[in-house]
Antibody
């Protein structure tokens, strides 16, 4: 069974970088699928942030393109989100998700607060 | 970007009642995807490629539509269906979500 688990700091200071890890078990991130990051703001709006494909190519939401980077470590079967120059507007629950349809599998989410 | 407008934003239904919610796209999309979310849980895939039920989704659910107009229907409301439902398009980057329809049980 494919499982995804987000991890990372729950509190980030404004202007710093937010870094999260998604650890995948039960499936190799190099086999297939796009490996996505999605966030949900207070108030419940959902935003697709970007993905890294099984081949390593990336696609980003243009609204984030100057600040976002998604990378991976295939040896650990993990992929990562880095979001630079965060503001309080980046406070959200961050999810990683993947699958063939195309987001069958979701992590449980990790809450990130941007505050000084 | 393609804006998805869901209506109504909030609705309630009695057990056994038929429920329909809609998702309108600002530009034509090839397919629509739906997710169910309950409080303190991640979104769950619910309907994919407009009309296909995800694994474990009861047969009382159905999806339909094309172009800019899509809908999710519950043939007979049950208490466990109370949740927020989000539509999403994968036709054009950014892959946007609707703002959700919150469905409550009467």
């Amino acid at each position: 069974d494919v499982q995804l688990q987000e991890s990372g700091p729950g509190l980030v200071k404004p202007s710093q970088s937010l870094s999260l890890t998604c650890t995948v078990t039960g499936y190799s991130i190099t086999s297939d699928y796009a490996w996505n990051w999605i966030r949900q703001f207070p108030g419940n709006k959902l935003e697709w942030m970007g993905y890294i494909s099984y081949s390593g190519s990336t696609s980003y939401n243009p609204s984030l393109k100057s600040r976002i980077s998604i990378t991976r470590d295939t040896s650990k079967n993990q992929f990562f989100l880095q979001l630079n120059s965060v503001t309080t507007e980046d406070t959200a629950t961050y999810y990683c998700a993947s699958g063939s349809r195309p987001m069958d599998y979701w992590g449980q989410g990790t809450s990130v607060t941007v505050s000084s | 970007q393609i804006v998805l407008t869901q209506s109504p934003a909030l609705m309630s239904a009695s057990p056994g009642e038929k429920v329909t919610m809609t998702c309108s796209a600002s530009s034509s999309v090839s397919y629509m995807y739906w997710y169910q979310q309950k409080p303190r849980s991640s979104p769950k895939p619910w309907i994919y490629l407009t009309s296909n039920l995800a694994s474990g989704v009861p047969a009382r659910f159905s999806g339909s539509g094309s172009g800019t107009s899509y809908s999710l229907t519950i043939s007979s409301m049950e208490a466990e269906d109370a949740a927020t439902y989000y539509c999403q398009q994968w036709s054009s980057n950014p892959f946007t979500f609707g703002s959700g329809t919150k469905l409550e049980i009467k």
